[in-house]
T-cell receptor, first 113, second 114 residues
Framework: SQQGEEDPQALSIQEGENATMNCSYK?????LQWYRQNSGRGLVHLIL???NEREKHSGRLRVTLDTSKKSSSLLITASRAADTASYFC????WGGGYNKLIFGAGTRLAVHP | DVKVTQSSRYLVKRTGEKVFLECVQD?????MFWYRQDPGLGLRLIYF???????EKGDIPEGYSVSREKKERFSLILESASTNQTSMYLC?????????????FGEGSRLTVL
């Protein structure tokens, strides 16, 4: 079963606008990670936020984590056409003696010039 | 530059064939994973391995097996391919230990079973 669920499923914006994607999950986590995937390619890691952190920044990316609500958001500021991709959240959780990274279904972001 | 290499980007196989998907990483990572990705379902974990010769079932292991004879190589095997195994397969690795971190992904292997 999927741990993370992103919304919206798809997002279409103009260059220069901000894009916000949300992720909800169900069980306790060690950390939450966001990945990006260009069409037909592998995933690339963007940012990791630990369960004891509330906010993290990396360049134009801002991630928040609310463990009481079991949710996270990814904000991309001043978006560019090159940001067009699918974005996935993944929760890192302990279970059965191992850490596993479980992904959601992703948000498809289209940034129009 | 770190790298996870999947042997084939595109494969076309027939129902009932045995299929091998190979994955090699050059980062000396202990942990390796196989996911499949389908539209609307995201990535689902098939199998993972935390050490050589060690394997654990993920969420959807049925119809698959794996092999990890060497630390750098993790193979996914479809014993008898079926059309519902048509999918994108993604291999990933990361370092071991309790400080878990990011996954490094290969470019994916798109398998079509006819």
């Amino acid at each position: 079963s999927q741990q993370g669920e992103e919304d919206p499923q798809a997002l279409s914006i103009q260059e220069g606008e901000n894009a916000t994607m949300n992720c909800s999950y169900k069980t306790s986590i060690n950390n939450l990670q966001w990945y990006r995937q260009n069409s037909g390619r592998g995933l690339v890691h963007l940012i990791l936020i630990r369960s004891n952190e509330r906010e993290k920044h990396s360049g134009r990316l801002r991630v928040t984590l609310d463990t009481s609500k079991k949710s996270s958001s990814l904000l991309i500021t001043a978006s560019r056409a090159a940001d067009t991709a699918s974005y996935f959240c993944a929760t890192d959780r302990w279970g059965g003696g191992y850490n596993k990274l479980i992904f959601g279904a992703g948000t498809r972001l289209a940034v129009h010039p | 530059d770190v790298k996870v290499t999947q042997s084939s980007r595109y494969l076309v196989k027939r129902t009932g064939e045995k299929v091998f998907l190979e994955c090699v990483q050059d980062m000396d990572h202990e942990n390796m994973f196989w996911y499949r990705q389908d539209p609307g379902l995201g990535l689902r974990l098939i199998y993972f391995s935390y050490d050589v010769k060690m394997k654990e079932k993920g969420d959807i292991p049925e119809g698959y097996s794996v092999s990890r004879e060497k630390k750098e190589r993790f193979s996914l095997i479809l014993e008898s391919a079926s059309t519902n195994q048509t999918s994108m397969y993604l291999c990933a690795s990361r370092r071991g230990g309790t400080n878990t971190g990011e996954l490094f992904f290969g470019e994916g292997s798109r398998l079509t079973v006819l």
